[in-house]
């Protein structure tokens, strides 16, 4: 299953299963884009960092292939949208100031062609967002409280289309790929009690396959689920979490940088 239909289809609910960018989040990236006039969302989704990012004066040109997420950010004020593959931007070379990308760097078996297409496109800087997570590797918990969703819900007639891969990258590989010339971790303070039952809300509200079965069958699924395996509610917001934001002069990851990866 293609990336871009996986997408379309969870586009309902992105916003509402996931916390927006923090403050702290937003500010790292203006900083590390400091100077630009002209930024690529690659990888824009709902706009969740294209909103902010307008908001501060930045011209912002998203690109996505799910059309459904990028309803949503136009909805949200984000004019400037282009269908593309990442691999294969349809811009100029040097067209704009920055190029960033958060969320997608995942989907990405290999993520060398998308940086250097980053690169290419972008005049300054190149910044992506690094979760923590994807070198945690924290995800076993869940992925088998996912698995289990896809057996209650075939059970009930309601089979689900194959979940499209995840990647890890760790900062060390990316490096490999070109040096960064700054690497800044920005650290989301733990959640209270109450921002713990909130953060339990949505992942029962709209977990993985909420936009998927009707809503009716999805609390099924959910209440089956969670008395198998109980989560209680005050821990589930987790402990703090960190994210890195990495960034490359333009110059040295476009197809003509050298380095170990140029050739590839």
Do not use: C
Request: glycine share 8%; net charge positive.
């Amino acid at each position: 299953m293609s990336g871009d239909v996986e997408f379309d289809r969870i586009a309902p609910i992105y916003d509402e299963t996931r916390q927006p960018p923090s403050p702290d989040e937003v500010d790292t990236l203006v900083e590390l884009i400091g100077g630009s006039r002209t930024v690529l969302d690659a990888g824009v989704g709902t706009g969740r960092f294209a909103v902010p990012l307008r908001s501060r004066r930045f011209d912002v040109v998203g690109a996505d292939l799910s059309l459904e997420m990028m309803r949503r950010a136009r909805a949200k004020g984000v004019p400037n949208l282009v269908r593309a593959d990442l691999h294969r931007l349809p811009f100029a070379d040097r067209s704009v100031d920055a190029a960033f990308m958060a969320h997608v760097l995942q989907l990405l078996p290999e993520p060398t062609p998308v940086l250097r297409e980053l690169g290419r496109v972008a005049r300054e800087t190149v910044v992506i967002a690094l979760p923590e997570w994807l070198e945690r590797g924290h995800e076993g918990p869940w992925r088998e409280r996912r698995e289990r969703y896809r057996e209650i819900a075939a059970e009930l007639g309601y089979p689900l289309p194959a979940r499209a891969p995840r990647y890890r990258h760790t900062l060390e590989e990316l490096s490999r790929i070109a040096p960064p010339k700054d690497v800044r971790r920005v650290l989301r303070p733990a959640a209270g009690p109450g921002e713990r039952r909130e953060a339990f809300g949505r992942w029962a509200s709209g977990w993985f396959g909420g936009a998927q079965v009707p809503p009716e069958v999805h609390a099924e699924i959910v209440r089956r689920l969670l008395a198998e395996r109980p989560i209680d509610p005050t821990r589930a917001g987790g402990p703090p979490r960190e994210s890195r934001f990495v960034s490359w002069a333009a110059r040295d990851l476009g197809p003509s940088a050298s380095g170990p990866a140029a050739s590839q």
